[in-house]
């Protein structure tokens, strides 16, 4: 968690300096009620507390502290051949697709499962790898 400084207002996102150099906060991880701009919400100067949420392509994340996804299982407390419940989520692009496994970030199996899977279904998969940013999985 950084309690830190907004040096740039851009219209979907501020920039905040954690220490490390500047980085991108959107709007959409805000956890603000619906606002247009950024600058609605936020000026230069202004003190946030932000949350590192993921770290992606050498890029931060930011989050609001109070995200839920913190309540939910880090993925590095998941093993590879690890059985896991999941609620199906949908058939995503790229043909993926996505679970809630009680993680921080939904499970993806590569190539999209039955097509009359309903949402919310329950499914058992094996945790296949594992990185800082992705839970990949099969059906069991």
Do not use: H
């Amino acid at each position: 968690e950084f309690r830190e400084t907004v040096v740039k207002v851009n219209p979907l996102s501020v920039d905040v300096d954690i220490g490390i150099g500047q980085v991108n906060w959107y709007i959409k991880e805000m956890g603000k009620d619906t606002i247009e701009s950024a600058a609605d919400a936020f000026a230069v100067g202004d003190e946030v507390v932000v949350r590192a949420l993921e770290k992606r392509r050498g890029l931060w994340k930011m989050t609001y502290p109070e995200n839920p996804k913190f309540s939910k299982r880090p993925l590095s407390n998941f093993s590879v051949g690890e059985i896991v419940t999941g609620k199906f989520l949908n058939n995503g692009k790229g043909g993926y697709s996505f679970f809630d496994v009680g993680a921080m970030s939904d499970a993806r199996v590569s190539g999209a499962v039955d097509p009359n899977l309903a949402e919310g279904t329950s499914v058992q998969l094996v945790v296949t790898k594992l990185t800082d940013t992705r839970l990949e999985v099969c059906r069991k």
